[in-house]
Nanobody, 124 residues
Framework: QVQLVESGGGLVEAGASLRLSCAAS????????MAWFRQAPGKERVFVAA????????YYLDSVKGRFTISRDNAKNTVYLQMNSLKPEDTAVYYC?????????????????WGQGTQVTVSS
């Protein structure tokens, strides 16, 4: 069982940066692939970024490539999402997700564990 707690969201202006954190409980964090998804009001939850258990592989939504960076610190049981050059269309609730097995997937149904979400609002 893994419990996930996100933090770091907020209200920023376009062009600003934010770093989201997701703290995980459990002794087997290093064996889990991790991902970030987001859900804008009235829209479906969509994939943003994923990272393999080792951190050696990452995968991104096309629209965030070059602006967002996912990383992890297995010693701290934490995964991060560094978001630069934020745009109003990045406004959403951001969710952290985990799956056992270490392989990355871009579909939400591949992830068994979810955090409660953190709001990111980008004003124009």
């Amino acid at each position: 069982q893994v419990q996930l707690v996100e933090s770091g969201g907020g209200l920023v202006e376009a062009g600003a940066s934010l770093r989201l954190s997701c703290a995980a409980s459990g002794r087997t964090f290093s064996s889990y692939a991790m991902a970030w998804f987001r859900q804008a009001p009235g829209k479906e939850r969509v994939f943003v970024a994923a990272i393999s258990w080792s951190g050696g592989e990452t995968y991104y939504l096309d629209s965030v490539k070059g602006r967002f960076t996912i990383s992890r610190d297995n010693a701290k049981n934490t995964v991060y999402l560094q978001m630069n050059s934020l745009k109003p269309e990045d406004t959403a609730v951001y969710y952290c997700a985990a799956r056992a097995g270490g392989n990355m997937y871009a579909t939400s149904n591949a992830y068994a564990y979810w955090g409660q979400g953190t709001q990111v609002t980008v004003s124009s």
